[in-house]
């Protein structure tokens, strides 16, 4: 079946310590998302990718990077993470911009 | 700024009863969906629905984009129908925009 998948679904890293959370997607969209959401908010986009050209979110801090290396892959990179962005990543896509959106399962983040 | 109201905030049912959900957003929208986040955080996509009125067994979805709403129908609700019921609207290319959802507690 095709889907969007995270790696891993359930991560543990130490303040500071640069983490790099994963996705993969089989629907050959053109679009990719990164999405984060915390405890009983609405998830909140960080940037996206349409194709290989990268659209960041103009409050999304500098800590959090992306790439991109091929259409199937993309990876969410927090440079030194803060007790404040554990939460649940979500990565989704849509086969162009303003279509339906897939989301992956997430991968919840612990920040000791 | 682009508003999107989700009512009521939370519903607690008895399981086999029916229910709707509101969105109300406050521009036109090219995009609408209606997504389940179950308890382990995912979100599922429910109906893909910027105008008109689609089912997929006991839900529902209905939106009339000129009055600027769109409803969700739960029919003989289950336990696991419980979770958070968002509704996402996109306007033009901006990015898609969620609104604040209502938490569905279905009790055996």
């Known amino acids: 079946d095709a889907m969007v998948i995270q790696n891993p679904r359930y991560q543990v890293t130490q303040f500071g310590k640069p983490v790099t959370l994963s996705c993969s997607q089989t629907?050959?969209?053109?679009?990719m998302y990164w999405y984060q959401q915390k405890s009983s908010q609405a998830p909140k986009l960080l940037f996206h990718?349409?194709?290989?050209?990268?659209?960041n979110e103009a409050d999304t801090p500098d800590n959090f990077q992306s790439r991109r290396p091929n259409t199937s892959f993309c990876f969410l990179d927090i440079r030194s993470p803060g007790l404040g962005d554990a939460a649940m990543y979500l990565c989704?896509?849509?086969?162009?911009?303003?279509?339906?959106?897939?989301f992956g399962p997430g991968t919840r983040l612990t920040v000791l | 700024g682009i508003q999107v109201e989700q009512s009521p905030p939370d519903l607690i049912l008895q399981e086999g009863a029916n229910s709707t959900l509101r969105c109300n957003f406050s521009?036109?929208?090219?995009?609408l969906q209606w997504f389940h986040q179950n308890p382990w955080g995912q979100l599922i996509n429910l109906f893909y629905?910027?105008?008109g009125t689609k089912q997929n067994g006991r839900l529902s979805a209905t939106t009339v984009a000129t009055e600027r709403y769109s409803l969700l129908y739960i029919s003989s609700s289950q336990t696991t129908d419980s979770g958070v019921y968002f509704c996402?609207?996109?306007?033009?290319?901006?990015?898609?925009?969620f609104g604040t959802g209502t938490r569905l507690t279905i009790i055996p």
């Open positions: 629905i910027p105008s």
């Open positions: 990718y349409y194709d290989k050209d990268f659209n």
């Open positions: 989704a896509t849509s086969r162009d911009q303003a279509l339906e959106q897939f």
């Open positions: 629907l050959n969209h053109n679009v």
């Open positions: 521009d036109s929208v090219n995009n």
């Open positions: 996402a609207v996109l306007f033009g290319n901006e990015k898609l925009t």
